[in-house]
């Protein structure tokens, strides 16, 4: 079993930017993969990118561009870097790990892009 913790959420303008984390508690090469999703109110939960152990990455077309995913293997982390933020980006952004074939969520970091 894993623990996913995020961080790093907050309120930013328009056109700014904001880097989330993501912490795994043990290894966190014991998941083939770690991905970011995110809720807007009134929505279903969106993927918004993709980290492998082999290293790719993949991002929905919503972010691609202005997203960036990375992982520090030290530190058991993820990463999303976010920037030129829109306000259609605000939402409930959630790490998720699949271990043993059970989904690992975190309790989710709120992002509001507001003027």
């Known amino acids: 079993q894993v623990q996913l913790v995020e961080s790093g959420g907050g309120l930013v303008q328009p056109g700014g930017s904001l880097r989330l984390s993501c912490e795994v508690s043990g290894n966190i090469f014991s998941m083939s993969a770690v991905d970011w999703y995110r809720q807007a109110p009134g929505k279903e939960r969106e993927w918004v990118a993709t980290?492998?152990?082999?290293?790719?990455?993949a991002y929905a077309g919503s972010v691609k561009g202005r997203f960036t995913i990375s992982r520090d293997d030290a530190k058991n982390a993820v990463y999303l870097q976010m920037n030129s933020l829109k306000p259609e980006d605000t939402a409930v952004y959630y790490c998720?790990?699949?271990?043993?074939?059970?989904?690992?969520w975190g309790q989710g970091t709120q992002v509001t892009v507001s003027s």
């Open positions: 980290i492998r152990n082999i290293g790719s990455m």
């Open positions: 998720h790990g699949r271990l043993y074939g059970v989904d690992n």
